[in-house]
Structure formats: C-alpha cells, structure tokens
C-alpha cells in the first residue's frame, strides 16, 4: 500500500469490498497523506452490505452488471479511477 500513497492516488476503486477491511485501509492511507483529504474518492462495491466507513461511498450491486458500473463511474464525476483493487474469488 506505500507504493500507492506517494503516487498522488486519490480516486480508487474497491471491488469484492465486503466486509470492507481494504476499503478503511484505504481510507486512512490515502486520506491520512492528501493534502485535501477530501479530494479522496474510495468507491466500494459488493453485493452484500458493509459497515459505514469514513470517507468511502458504498454501492450494494453486482460487479458484472452495466448499471453498477455506471454507478462507480458516477461517483468520479468524468474522472477515471487511478486504482482498482479487488480480492474477491467466486461463491461456491
């Protein structure tokens, strides 16, 4: 994660995100070294629910449909991502 915290990274993207750990790893990473951390965006993705965390917006939806993928990118407001992390592995 040091790697990504002095590269300028403030819009990310969590896949697979429940139960959320790398998510508020990723909040406290990159929001604890921006100099706005407000300009931090983490948009978190599964489709189970998770916790509230500081500073992540979470999407309840399944990563293969078109509407959650709009969904991701309008949270970036015409920006890309810079990252996208996932360590999920397929139910059953």
């Not at 750990?21 to 951390?37: F, H, K, N, Y």
């Not at 983490?42 to 999407?59: C, E, H, N, S």
């Amino acid at each position: 994660m040091q790697h990504f915290t002095g590269a300028g990274v403030n819009r990310v993207v969590d896949l697979c995100a429940a139960p959320g750990s790398w998510s508020q790893v990723l909040s406290r990473t990159l929001r604890g070294s921006a100099e706005d951390p407000s300009s931090v965006k983490i948009v978190a993705v599964d489709l189970q629910a998770m916790a509230p965390l500081p500073g992540v917006t979470q999407l309840q939806g399944d990563i293969t449909k078109t509407s959650t993928a709009e969904a991701i990118i309008s949270h970036f407001q015409g920006d890309k991502a810079q990252l996208v992390v996932c360590d999920g592995a397929p139910d059953g």
